[in-house]
């Protein structure tokens, strides 16, 4: 006996790389269904609603929305398509039973494409390929097409899989068709529709019995607190139905839905009731988890827990106690900054959060680099003030064996950089797994590398390669440890030794000791890092001093000196500057580093009992 199916229903999610054109692909299908008013102008990118996100050109948190097309809701997932979020792909691939793979038609299959497909294929989701970007110069589609298939086998697609249907499109220009040919490109989004339609299987239709609904992702609302999302997988829920919420631990607990949201457009409307096959969001219960299971209160059931990838990436976030801890943030207390780590790890589950045997100290494990900066880059524009430790990667133990997290790495480099790109990922214990020419001098490297050797490359990569390399990376495997070797930063670094306001005059005398990170006018402090070394050491300066005056033209000299201008570090490029001996002070309008210990004389004296102790 076949299965009832609810054929007014399908569940997709877009996956791809970044910036192959998952967010404005779901722009287009928005405005090319049947869903928004013909009056309403969509603003570009429309689901990415965070400011980082629209600043950075980035997905870093899943959207869900809904379209209509002829007499059939699609409701779309748009995933983020960076490696440090996969937390949010894994459970969105629990949501849909198709997955639209975005393809860009020039740069084919790169290391988050292999990503974030292997987790659709795991989650056993019917795949559709769409190879975006079909106008862009350069473009060449069969190629691509060549390298997914290769992809797919590659990573153990079966045969139902592999037999995906394809669809070139032009998202920017809203075109699409079925024929590789750019010269033959549709002005309508109708083949993607419709490939939806015919090949991404409809919920099956088990409304009759008890419910069992799982929240995959959170949202908070002022009014009505926190809001779990998810899909209906079995039964049907409505306003006032009392429930039974079966906890990550066992345990179990009832209460009552007071609303619930469906998704329609840009917009999260109120409804009544839902059935199976529903994304929608309830609201009623405070502590409620992702992973957790919603069931009916007289046969509940628990559905299996969701498997989510360990972190592995911790840094120290440290209350700051900075001379200048105060100025520019509202929020500095130690208490302030638990509380704020503690509520992101209530929507964050990729995140952990565990005291220190330092006071006033938190260890915050991630996915990655990013995963970790966005956190503080979100919380300095909340008005906190924090310190931040140098990354480390975490070990696991695996059969017996000390292992550390391995990232596929793929560079594109012209070819007069491709030595030194080699050599330097070989000394970071890279191993080469394949070199290729891409035509017009460029060159396409695959490594695997220990995560620790890429903390801090990115800028010697972009030096070495004088800004023209591409690199992109992502979690492969753990593997055994690389023992006898630790990287870290071959320079030391410029310390001030007082605190006041850097003069021109001082700082040409330093600058021919190294790289300032700071220009005249700026306020410093005893122990903070004024710029790097030339020398593999930690130099103390002087940033203060100003020329001794003995006449006016002396002093009209003074003010016609002038510095190289300095080099102003992003926060990515502070924490990956990092030193163990060293902190990145974070507030809401500055980005310094400093030395754990601010006091020269204390820090030389420890330098030397450290270096005795080697």
Not at 231 to 242: A, L
Not at 361 to 385: D, K, Q
Not at 405 to 420: I, K, N, R
Not at 499 to 508: A, E, F, N, P, R
């Amino acid at each position: 006996m076949s299965e009832k199916r609810r054929n007014d229903i399908r569940n997709i999610a877009i996956i791809a790389h970044v910036d192959h054109g998952k967010t404005t692909l779901v722009n287009q299908l928005l405005k090319q269904s049947d869903t928004l008013p013909e009056h309403m102008a969509l603003e570009d990118r429309a689901m990415d609603s965070n400011d980082i996100e629209r600043e950075r050109g980035i997905t870093i948190l899943s959207k869900n929305t809904a379209v209509k097309y002829g007499d059939t809701t699609i409701n779309i997932l748009d995933t983020p398509g960076h490696a440090d979020f996969g937390g949010e792909v894994e459970r969105i691939m629990h949501m849909v039973d198709g997955a639209l793979l975005l393809v860009d038609a020039y740069e084919g299959t790169m290391p988050q494409t292999r990503f974030v497909l292997k987790k659709a294929l795991e989650a056993g989701v019917k795949p559709i390929v769409v190879i975006n970007k079909i106008d862009r110069p350069g473009a060449r589609p069969k190629e691509v097409l060549d390298e997914v298939l290769e992809l797919f086998i590659e990573l153990g697609a079966n045969d139902e899989q592999l037999d995906f249907p394809v669809v070139y499109a032009s998202a920017l220009n809203g075109t699409s068709s079925y024929d590789p040919d750019p010269a033959k490109q549709e002005e309508t989004m109708n083949p993607i529709f419709d490939t939806i339609i015919k090949s991404i299987p409809a919920p099956i239709d088990n409304s009759d019995e008890p419910l069992q609904f799982q929240i995959t992702m959170l949202d908070w609302d002022d009014y009505v607190g926190r809001i779990g999302v998810g899909r209906v997988y079995r039964g049907r829920v409505k306003v006032g139905d009392n429930i039974t919420v079966m906890k990550r631990d066992g345990s179990t607990q009832n209460f009552r839905v007071t609303k619930l949201f469906g998704f329609f457009g840009l917009k999260r409307n109120e409804i009544t009731e839902a059935k199976a096959g529903d994304i929608i969001a309830i609201s009623g219960i405070n502590d409620i988890f992702v992973g957790e299971t919603i069931a009916s209160a007289e046969n509940p059931e628990a559905l299996p827990i969701l498997k989510i990838d360990p972190p592995t990436l911790q840094m120290d976030f440290v209350a700051n106690d900075s001379p200048f801890s105060g100025r520019e943030g509202d929020k500095v207390t130690p208490k302030k900054l638990e509380d704020r780590l503690i509520k992101q790890t209530r929507t964050d589950v990729s995140l952990r959060v565990e005291p220190t045997d330092q006071l006033n100290a938190w260890t915050v494990s991630g996915r990655g680099e990013l995963h970790l900066s966005i956190l503080v880059e979100e919380m300095r524009r909340e008005g906190f003030e924090l310190q931040l430790s140098r990354p480390k990667v975490i070990y696991r133990e695996i059969d017996g064996k000390m292992c550390e997290p391995f990232e596929a790495v793929q560079v594109d480099t012209p070819d007069e950089y491709v030595g030194s790109v080699i050599d330097s990922l070989s000394q970071r214990k890279g191993e080469m797994k394949n070199m290729a020419s891409t035509g017009n001098n460029q060159t396409r490297l695959d490594f695997l590398v220990p995560s620790r050797g890429l903390i801090g490359y990115n800028n010697e990569f972009m030096s070495q390669t004088g800004g023209y390399g591409i690199m992109n990376h992502s979690f492969d495997s753990y593997k055994p440890v690389v023992k006898n070797w630790e990287p870290g930063r071959q320079n030391g670094a410029l310390v001030s030794i007082s605190q006041g306001k850097s003069t021109t005059y001082s700082l040409q005398t330093v600058e021919q000791r190294g790289e300032l990170f700071i220009g005249a006018g700026v306020e410093v402090y005893e122990g903070m890092i004024v710029g790097q070394s030339s020398r593999d050491r930690d130099i103390a300066v002087n940033v203060i001093k100003g020329k001794n005056l003995t006449n006016t033209r002396a002093a009209g000299k003074d003010h016609a000196a002038a510095i190289r201008t300095p080099k102003t570090l992003t926060l990515e490029e502070a924490i990956e500057f990092l030193n163990d001996d060293e902190y990145c002070e974070v507030t809401p309008e500055s980005v310094r580093l400093r030395k754990k210990i601010l006091n020269t004389s204390e820090r030389q004296k420890a330098d030397k009992r450290r270096n005795k102790n080697k």
